[in-house]
T-cell receptor, first 110, second 113 residues
Framework: KNQVEQSPQSLIILEGKNCTLQ??????????LRWYKQDTGRGPVSLTI???SENTKSNGRYTATLDADTKQSSLHITASQLSDSASYIC?????????WGAGTKLIIKP | DVKVTQSSRYLVKRTGEKVFLECVQD?????MFWYRQDPGLGLRLIYF???????EKGDIPEGYSVSREKKERFSLILESASTNQTSMYLC????????????FGPGTRLLVL
């Protein structure tokens, strides 16, 4: 069964610190892997997209990495800000089907 | 910027009521989707539409129907609401391909009593 699992379920860090969120998948091969950010009470917004052959993609303070051998992706957030408090969702596309992870809830404390 | 709007942010309905959730996108996108989002689960696709009057079942279509009479508008219908349909409902659209970045509306939080 195609699965996308994210860890940790939730994370609390202090403002200004870095953090890394994990996404493990069983889907292979796939078309692309995306990370979305979902603020409370809002719909998800795309952060990064990587194809099967890409290793890393950055969007400001967000950097996504992909290791096709271990079937893992990470989202690294540098110098966290209060506005980074949100859920971060990993989604893998295979044959026009999207497999969504359950997300990691990140809380940034001042 | 793509804008996807949903008719209600919060809804409270009683068991057995017919419920309409409406979604409108303003960027002439071909594809539109309805998802439900529950705690601890990934987004689950209910239905999607790739053209006017065209629809395809997603992973959990039971208890739902959809309507797409105009390109910009995609409606989700709960014919007879049940308590297990209490959830967050998210509408999304993509321009031409199902594999593109999805643009989401703000969501409708539905409570069925």
């Amino acid at each position: 069964k195609n699965q996308v699992e994210q860890s940790p379920q939730s994370l609390i860090i202090l403002e200004g610190k870095n953090c890394t969120l994990q996404c493990n998948y069983t889907v292979s091969p796939f078309s692309n892997l995306r990370w979305y950010k979902q603020d409370t009470g809002r719909g998800p917004v795309s952060l990064t997209i990587m194809t099967f052959s890409e290793n890393t993609k950055s969007n400001g303070r967000y950097t996504a990495t992909l290791d096709a051998d271990t079937k893992q992706s990470s989202l690294h957030i540098t110098a966290s800000q209060l506005s980074d408090s949100a859920s971060y969702i990993c989604v893998v596309t295979i044959n026009y089907q999207l497999i969504w992870g359950a997300g990691t809830k990140l809380i940034i404390k001042p | 910027d793509v804008k996807v709007t949903q008719s209600s942010r919060y809804l409270v309905k009683r068991t057995g009521e017919k419920v309409f959730l409406e979604c409108v996108q303003d960027m002439d996108h071909e594809n539109m989707f309805w998802y439900r989002q529950d705690p601890g689960l990934g987004l689950r696709l209910i239905y999607f539409s790739y053209d006017v009057k065209m629809k395809e079942k997603g992973d959990i279509p039971e208890g739902y129907s959809v309507s797409r009479e105009k390109k910009e508008r995609f409606s989700l219908i709960l014919e007879s609401a049940s308590t297990n349909q209490t959830s967050m409902y998210l509408c999304a659209s993509t321009e031409t391909s199902l594999a593109e970045t999805q643009y989401f509306g703000p969501g409708t939080r539905l409570l069925v009593l």
